[in-house]
């Protein structure tokens, strides 16, 4: 079974960066993509960005343009380049499969306040 660990996230002002990291247990995110979910207090789950094996990108429409997905197939890991952040985007942020189905790992928790 495959387990993703998140890393980067933090505690950042309105219009600031950050990027987040996934490492995934084994060889993965080249076959099977990946993509970030992210989770507000008493939110559901859902889907920000996604990468195909072959580097397909969708993202979540209030994202365009401010985040960008990458897959790093040599080291194994995907990131999220976070600009121009806003409190909306505050969030525990997960890292998965390109359609969400395994195991959910811990999460990183990104906090966007003045």
């Known amino acids: 079974q495959v387990q993703f660990v998140e890393s980067g996230g933090g505690l950042v002002q309105p219009g600031g960066s950050l990027r987040l990291s996934c490492t995934a247990s084994r060889t993965f995110f080249n076959t099977f993509g990946g993509a970030w979910y992210r989770q507000a207090p008493g939110k559901q789950r859902v889907l920000v960005a996604q990468i195909s094996s072959g580097g397909r990108t969708n993202y979540l429409d209030s994202v365009k343009g401010r985040f960008t997905i990458s897959k790093d197939s040599a080291k194994n890991t995907m990131d999220l380049q976070m600009t121009n952040l806003m409190p909306d985007d505050t969030a525990v942020y997960y890292c998965?499969?390109?359609?969400?189905?395994?195991?959910w790992g811990q999460g990183t928790q990104v906090t966007v306040s003045s």
């Open positions: 998965n499969n390109y359609s969400g189905s395994r195991a």
